[in-house]
């Protein structure tokens, strides 16, 4: 007679860097969500880092591990010889790795991973790969390469309707491997009116990377327009700088020193306490080029905070014009501006929009309905495989 024992299922999430910038804040969500329903989830890091601390003041497992990341700068033919030449050994490390810890599904977020997935498909293992990536600009022959991994996962999560399209632009038949889940950003009980003390100098947070494709040099040209018109506004750049984007940071800074600009304009660097922030200021502005989903929009709705944004990515899955924040097309200084005034001078549109905001916010996107959907997902694809393993006393 055997008694067996089923272990919980190992979950290995793979994420390329410790920030906790969105998709990091996401890879720590899954991972929450999933060890709530006894899922006995790891993260795997290339080395420590903001969210290291983070994952243990929450007692949420993690290991080290030396694997590539996808970066535009590797993404020139001679990096690209380099990392092909290199793909076999990197591969077989890996998947030793997946065999010594019994791993039984891998969940690698981002697309910037294929190293991941194909380790974990020589290993025979399922496939979960959460897709942030949505930028149409990319070139069909270099989102074609991205994407291409993706053949490989038993599931992908998109976590907007943007991304979706920006993988099924490569491989229409994708489509029905793809879960669309929103983001989760918990939200306050209650808030407090946003905006400055001093009413007579209002401020602007643009929080996010410092980097192109987050155009905050796009936020400076738009505060140059409201100074330039006698408004007395200034404007927090939160958010500090991917490695090898060190040229837009000094360029940005030396924008805000012209004589315009100069005094104006604050560089707080990453702030763990962003969220925290935001009541103090009077209008959120995200001047993106492109984006998937960025939470912090989420989180200034949910905290009485106007939103003026562009219209990029899956940016319009969260904001509705006129609804619930203003948007305006990528690198359109004159309406931003215009928007952003109406924001800091019409108090009834600021009230209406800041209602409708918060009560949207709340009901699309919910800590409950992100854990749900994760929580399909992975059940899905665990119960279309056979990787439970029992432990029996009978030898």
């Not at 591990?65 to 490390?93: F, K, N, S, T």
């Not at 562009?310 to 928007?339: F, M, N, P, R």
């Amino acid at each position: 007679m055997s008694h067996a024992a089923a272990r919980p299922t190992r979950l290995l999430l793979c994420h390329p860097y410790p920030d906790m910038y969105g998709a990091d804040r996401v890879a720590v969500d899954v991972a929450r969500s999933l060890r709530a329903e006894g899922i006995d989830v790891t993260l795997a890091l290339p080395h420590p880092g903001p969210m290291t601390r983070w994952l243990d003041a929450e007692s949420l497992p993690y290991t080290f591990v030396e694997y590539p990341v996808i970066r535009r700068a590797l993404l020139r033919p001679r990096a690209l010889g380099r990392m092909a030449a290199q793909l076999p050994r990197d591969v077989a490390r890996l998947v030793r790795f997946l065999r010594d810890h019994e791993i039984d599904i891998a969940y690698v977020n981002t697309i910037t991973l294929p190293h991941w997935v194909l380790a974990a498909r020589a290993a025979r293992l399922p496939v979960i790969v959460h897709s942030h990536e949505s930028d149409l600009r990319t070139s069909r022959l270099l989102s074609t390469l991205l994407v291409t991994p993706l053949l490989l996962a038993q599931r992908v999560v998109a976590v907007s309707g943007a991304a979706a399209m920006f993988i099924t632009r490569s491989f229409p038949s994708l489509r029905r491997r793809i879960d669309v889940v929103h983001n989760a950003v918990a939200g306050p009980d209650s808030i407090a009116p946003s905006g400055s003390a001093d009413l007579g100098r209002r401020t602007i947070a643009v929080v996010g990377r410092l980097s192109p494709n987050k155009g905050q040099d796009t936020a400076l040209r738009v505060l140059q327009q409201l100074r330039a018109r006698g408004d007395d506004v200034r404007m927090d750049l939160i958010g500090d700088t991917f490695a090898g984007y060190d040229w837009y940071e000094a360029q940005l800074r030396a924008s805000a020193e012209q004589p315009d600009l100069r005094g104006a304009v604050r560089f707080l660097g990453f702030r763990p306490d962003a969220r925290d922030l935001l009541s103090s200021y009077d209008v959120l502005l995200a001047p993106s080029r492109t984006d998937s989903l960025p939470l912090v929009l989420v989180k200034a709705m949910l905290a009485g905070v106007p939103v003026v944004s562009t219209d990029v990515g899956g940016i319009s899955e969260i904001v509705h014009h006129g609804e619930s924040g203003l948007l305006a097309a990528a690198e359109d200084v004159d309406a931003l501006t215009g928007h952003v005034e109406r924001m800091l001078d019409d108090s009834v549109l600021r009230a209406r929009l800041l209602s409708n905001a918060r009560a949207d916010a709340r009901t699309r996107f919910s800590v409950a309905s992100f854990q749900a959907g994760i929580l399909r997902t992975v059940t899905r694809v665990s119960a279309a495989t056979s990787h439970v393993t029992a432990v029996s006393d009978d030898y």
